[in-house]
């Protein structure tokens, strides 16, 4: 239950709870395929020109976060074809020709980021053939087959209205299907997991489906002319979400440096600050904590030995909680002086100054402490109860610590931790 796999693990993670969506995408473009020959292709330079688009947008996709693999070239690309409508096409594409479009170049444009042995995820790819399917099938029910651009706002006001309800319908479809598969994954809560998909849906998922309207009327106006003049925009402003999420990179590197430190100067023992960052992150996914709450949760998981370093002696196989009370609250108190310094880690120096509080001292009495700090105090001394060379079980490890519960730890975290561990969470 970490918080990140390894690439192909996560490949193989994603297919064991995701083989419906593979299923129902790959069999809906196979339909569809089948259909689409049966009846003919239509407008076939405008599928050269989309299909190329989708393959090619598939072939640079990019990681936004930690677990989400986003295509926004291919995204807009699929939305833009399934909505054409006007002047420059004879006949426009059925629902069946989107789908198969769609589908085929999805699959053209992952097998060169297989064979290159890039990060991939079938899952991520069908979901968008499913969310494109749908955005198709609205548009098409609202739309007459024989409205398109003719210069009169008579026409102009249902397109665009029939194009955004596209677009909306194809954000909330894939939003309701990652929140049911991170439910699954992760054992989230399902509202706090479909909140997840709708503020990542808001951040880059607008970008996506405004860009696939633009792609939409421009080309139906212009012709093949559009797309080119749509796409640039789109490209840097995937630039752009690749810079940031390299910079995001760039600090956890750092972050993971910095928490390696402790285990080589002997303060804690090889393993024990990952550990301990697994267990937090999956009480926090369990209690519906934000991805940026996630975030700062995980380093401050990280981080929380970090103040150790000042101490005289290190704690025997980095058991810390044999140090009196006095000692790990000044080693917390360091530990955050340290983080703070980064400029960039507020947050997490916050959650890592509180770490060692005493529940009913600290956020029983003051609700401006974060939950984190109980989170990551439940997780640390899970860890040190089972962890590496301790030899104690689970239930001994549950039972120590609810004899804690109120005073020395949140009563909230400890039900948590026994439904992760009731789970069959490892470390």
Not at 356 to 364: E, I, K, T, V
Request: a neutral charge; hydrophobic letters at 50%.
């Amino acid at each position: 239950m970490a918080w990140e796999h390894p690439e192909g693990a996560e490949v193989s993670n994603r297919l064991g709870s995701g083989i419906v969506i593979v299923i129902a995408g790959l069999g809906l473009g196979l339909a569809a395929l089948l259909i689409t020959a049966r009846h003919g292709v239509t407008e076939w330079p405008f599928v050269a020109a989309f299909g190329l688009l989708i393959a090619i947008g598939e072939m640079v996709q990019f990681k936004v976060d930690r677990s989400r693999n986003r295509a926004p070239i291919a995204t807009s690309a699929a939305l833009g074809y399934a909505m054409l409508r006007g002047p420059s096409l004879d006949i426009a594409p059925d629902v069946a020709q989107v789908i198969a479009v769609t589908s085929v170049a999805t699959m053209i444009g992952m097998c060169p980021r297989a064979i290159a042995g890039l990060r991939w995820d079938i899952v991520v790819s069908n979901r968008r053939v499913l969310s494109v399917a749908c955005a198709a099938v609205v548009f098409s029910a609202v739309v007459p087959r024989d409205l398109g651009w003719n210069g009169s706002w008579r026409h102009a006001i249902p397109l665009v209205g029939a194009m955004l309800l596209g677009v909306l319908t194809a954000g909330l479809v894939d939003a309701l299907v990652g929140a049911g598969q991170a439910t699954e994954l992760f054992n989230k809560p399902f509202p706090a997991s479909l909140r997840d998909e709708l503020l990542v849906m808001g951040q880059i998922g607008m970008a996506m489906g405004l860009s696939g309207v633009l792609l939409a009327a421009g080309t139906s106006l212009l012709g093949l002319w559009a797309p080119p003049l749509v796409i640039v925009p789109l490209l840097l402003t995937q630039f752009a979400f690749r810079r940031f999420a390299s910079a995001q990179r760039t600090y956890r590197t750092t972050v993971r440096s910095m928490a390696r430190s402790t285990e080589i100067a002997g303060f804690s023992s090889p393993g024990q600050n990952a550990r301990t960052a697994s267990l937090a992150v999956a009480i926090g996914n369990d209690l519906g904590l934000t991805p940026a709450r996630m975030e700062a949760l995980e380093y401050a998981a990280l981080l929380s030995g970090v103040g150790q370093l000042a101490l005289a002696d290190p704690s025997p196989g980095g058991a810390s909680l044999l140090r009196t009370r006095e000692e790990r609250q000044r080693a917390a108190e360091i530990g955050a002086s340290v983080i703070e310094r980064s400029g960039v880690l507020d947050r997490v120096a916050e959650i890592v100054r509180h770490s060692n509080d005493p529940y009913r001292q600290g956020r029983a009495s003051n609700s401006d402490i974060p939950l984190e700090s109980g989170i990551v105090n439940v997780a640390l001394a899970y860890e040190q109860l089972v962890g590496e060379g301790t030899g104690q079980s689970s239930d001994k490890a549950l039972e120590s610590i609810g004899l804690g519960i109120g005073a020395e730890y949140d009563p909230v975290v400890v039900e948590s931790l026994r439904r992760v561990v009731g789970r069959g969470f490892r470390f």
